[in-house]
């Protein structure tokens, strides 16, 4: 039985090396250039594999150790029987460390057949880990570029993964690859690679046959922070543009409330795959009976405007469409059914954009909703609004209808899964099956959550909405 000392190898002129990870404990049976330990310079990472099969006898150092010599001795190794008079000197003494010295062919046979026998070796991750066969061995070694085909044999079972999702990580494979696709990378870089949430598929390798080094990592983290930092998110960012060229110009800040709503606008426009569907409500009838009520509101000293009418049919058209008033869950694999009606009506401000909840439209009549539309306006105006006045809302409803235009495509107010648009309503000529008739139409749009809401339910909920509109008899029921 021999002992192969295994020992710190030429560390390329940098000054010391630490070592950053220990991946056999002693007892361990160890294959032909399964990687021992992991030491990095200030330059580089190097994995030391071992230099024969066998026993790990003793392990000299500990994880964090820093070595400044060349040489030092670092684990002993006995080797089996099958290993003995392999010409594989000390590591240390022969320069073969890691990747920075070739071997000779012969040897390279020896290892490959070392390593077919030896049993994976035990990693902490070992559903992450698929024993490569002899074929696929002998595979890559053929497809090795001519320089490296006379290095030692190609990754050991600990250095390939299946691209098994890491925890914590985004699952989409990198463009162009599939979920089952291999990355080559070392049990450090996996390692890291776990630790700060990396999925290894979307990296891009710099290493010798496509391997993934620690600075892939660091980079493809880097990038990604730039690109979060950059209000992208990945999305290729806008170029500056110095508008000054062009003509005068003035510059000013966005106030807290623009911002948030920009930051609001841009998530859900980001997350969200938006439909939005088109309709117009008959509210020829509606408009009558509100103008009948002038007197009412007068002495109520209330506003009635078609907002409070499209408040109760959408808290209406919710209960029947409950699909309406979910939220998907957090992982996207369940949802939350609401079952209250509270809605958001966007208030149009000096200040900018906000979004007041009314509550429990289902159960307030109209008069009362009128009251609560004015007075949250007003309070919104007024920047009166307390921030539980503007949560809790399942679906909200966005009213241009005094400003003016036809249509729009209102973003969603995520996490709600619907957003009605109300745009002006006008006086149009409508053939009902005669002639034409002078109608007031009101035009409506529905945006919704594709991943939440189908077409269906979206179609069916803006044909209740306008039924209601067009018979507001129907809201009593
Ligand atoms: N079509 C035609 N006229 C309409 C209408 C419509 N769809 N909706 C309201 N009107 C009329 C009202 O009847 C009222 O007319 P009178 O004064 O003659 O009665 C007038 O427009 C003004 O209404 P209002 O604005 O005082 O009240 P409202 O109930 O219609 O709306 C509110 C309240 C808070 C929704 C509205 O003031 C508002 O801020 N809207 C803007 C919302 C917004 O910015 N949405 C965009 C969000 S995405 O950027």
């Known amino acids: 039985m021999n002992i192969e000392t295994v020992r710190v190898p030429d560390l390329g002129g940098a000054e010391e090396v630490e070592v950053i990870e220990l991946t056999v404990a002693v007892g361990d049976s160890v294959a032909v250039e399964q990687t021992l330990l992991v030491l990095e310079s200030e330059k580089a990472t190097m994995e030391l594999p071992s230099p024969v099969a066998g026993v790990v006898k003793k392990i000299l150092v500990a994880e964090g150790d820093k070595i400044e010599r060349e040489g030092e001795p670092l684990m002993e190794i006995e080797g089996s029987e099958e290993s003995e008079g392999s010409e594989a000197g000390e590591s240390g003494e022969s320069g073969e460390s890691g990747e920075s010295a070739p071997a000779e062919e012969g040897e390279e046979e020896d290892a490959q057949a070392d390593a077919k026998e030896a049993p994976p070796p035990e990693e902490e991750d070992q559903s992450a880990v698929e024993t490569p066969s002899a074929e696929e061995r002998d595979q890559r070694a053929a497809e090795a570029p001519p320089a490296q085909a006379a290095r030692p044999a190609p990754p050991a079972a600990q250095d390939?993964?299946?691209?098994?999702?890491?925890?914590?990580?985004?699952?989409?494979?990198?463009?162009?690859?599939?979920?089952?696709?291999?990355?080559?990378?070392?049990?450090?870089?996996?390692?890291?690679?776990?630790?700060?949430?990396?999925?290894?598929?979307?990296?891009?390798?710099?290493?010798?046959?496509?391997?993934?080094?620690?600075?892939?990592?660091?980079?493809?983290?880097?990038?990604?922070?730039?690109?979060?930092?950059?209000?992208?998110?990945?999305?290729?960012?806008?170029?500056?543009?110095?508008?000054?060229?062009?003509?005068?110009?003035?510059?000013?800040?966005?106030?807290?409330?623009g911002r948030l709503t920009a930051a609001n606008m841009h998530r859900s426009w980001l997350n969200v795959?938006?439909?939005?569907?088109?309709?117009?409500?008959?509210?020829?009838?509606?408009?009558?009976?509100?103008?009948?009520?002038?007197?009412?509101?007068?002495?109520?000293?209330?506003?009635?405007?078609?907002?409070?009418?499209?408040?109760?049919?959408?808290?209406?058209?919710?209960?029947?469409?409950?699909?309406?008033?979910?939220?998907?869950?957090?992982?996207?694999?369940?949802?939350?059914?609401?079952?209250?009606?509270?809605?958001?009506?966007?208030?149009?401000?000096?200040?900018?954009l906000l979004v007041p909840v009314i509550r429990d439209v289902d159960r307030k009549g109209i008069w009362e909703l009128a009251a609560e539309i004015a007075e949250m306006a007003d309070k919104a105006r007024a920047g009166k609004l307390k921030v539980n006045e503007m949560q809790g809302a399942c679906f909200t409803v966005s009213s241009l209808g005094a400003i003016g235009g036809e249509g729009f495509t209102p973003i969603i107010n995520t996490p709600e899964v619907g957003i009605l648009g109300v745009s002006r309503s006008a006086v149009r000529p409508l053939w009902n099956g005669t002639e034409f008739a002078p109608r007031t139409l009101l035009p409506l749009s529905l945006s919704y959550d594709h991943?939440?809401?189908?077409?269906?339910?979206?179609?069916?909920?803006?044909?209740?909405v306008v039924a209601l509109l067009a018979d507001i008899r129907a809201l009593l029921l």
């Open 160 to 257: 390939r993964e299946t691209a098994e999702p890491t925890p914590g990580a985004e699952s989409r494979p990198a463009a162009g690859g599939s979920p089952g696709a291999e990355v080559y990378a070392g049990p450090y870089v996996r390692r890291l690679a776990r630790e700060l949430g990396v999925d290894l598929r979307r990296v891009e390798a710099s290493g010798p046959r496509q391997r993934i080094l620690k600075e892939d990592v660091q980079a493809f983290v880097r990038q990604r922070l730039d690109d979060q930092a950059a209000g992208g998110g990945g999305i290729p960012s806008v170029p500056e543009v110095d508008y000054g060229r062009f003509g005068p110009v003035s510059e000013g800040e966005l106030t807290k409330i």
């Open 273 to 352: 795959p938006h439909v939005t569907q088109f309709d117009a409500a008959d509210i020829t009838e509606l408009e009558a009976f509100r103008r009948g009520q002038a007197q009412e509101a007068e002495a109520r000293g209330v506003k009635l405007t078609p907002v409070p009418f499209i408040l109760k049919a959408c808290a209406a058209a919710l209960r029947d469409n409950p699909v309406l008033n979910r939220a998907l869950s957090a992982n996207g694999a369940g949802f939350v059914q609401r079952e209250f009606f509270h809605l958001g009506m966007a208030v149009d401000t000096q200040r900018g």
């Open 451 to 464: 991943r939440v809401v189908n077409g269906g339910d979206g179609g069916r909920f803006l044909t209740q």
